[in-house]
């Protein structure tokens, strides 16, 4: 089970974190990521980290966006640090995880920036 959480209103150039607990032990996770969609648009990658600690970003949001992840015992968190956003930065977002190469989606969290 994935829950996602941290989304909000925030002002263009503020920040906001997301976080996505995921249960599981380490060795059935393959990956981990985050992905939006905005209002008409289909939904897009936007950060992924592998159980190696490889990560991925969307050009849009390279130095901008920092993904990691936390392992606590059964327990692996995926965050998100959003810096620096922009109103296109708008979308509900997703966490996502691959586990044993089977996909599992959380409910989104909506991130909206706006003056």
């Known amino acids: 089970q994935l829950q996602a959480s941290g989304g909000g209103l925030v002002q263009p150039g503020g920040s906001l974190r997301l976080s996505c607990a995921a249960s599981?032990?380490?060795?059935?996770?393959?990956?981990m990521g985050w992905y939006r969609q905005a209002p008409g648009k289909q939904r897009e990658l936007v950060a992924l980290?592998?159980?190696?600690?490889?990560?991925?970003?969307a050009d849009s949001v390279k130095g901008r966006f920092t993904i990691t992840i936390s392992r606590d015992n059964a327990k692996n968190t995926m965050y998100m640090q959003m810096n620096s956003l922009k109103p296109e930065d708008t979308a509900v977002y997703y966490c996502k995880a691959l586990v044993r190469l089977v996909p599992y989606w959380g409910k989104g969290t909506l991130v909206t920036v706006s003056s």
């Open positions: 980290i592998t159980s190696g600690g490889s990560s991925n970003y």
């Open positions: 599981g032990s380490d060795n059935s996770i393959n990956s």
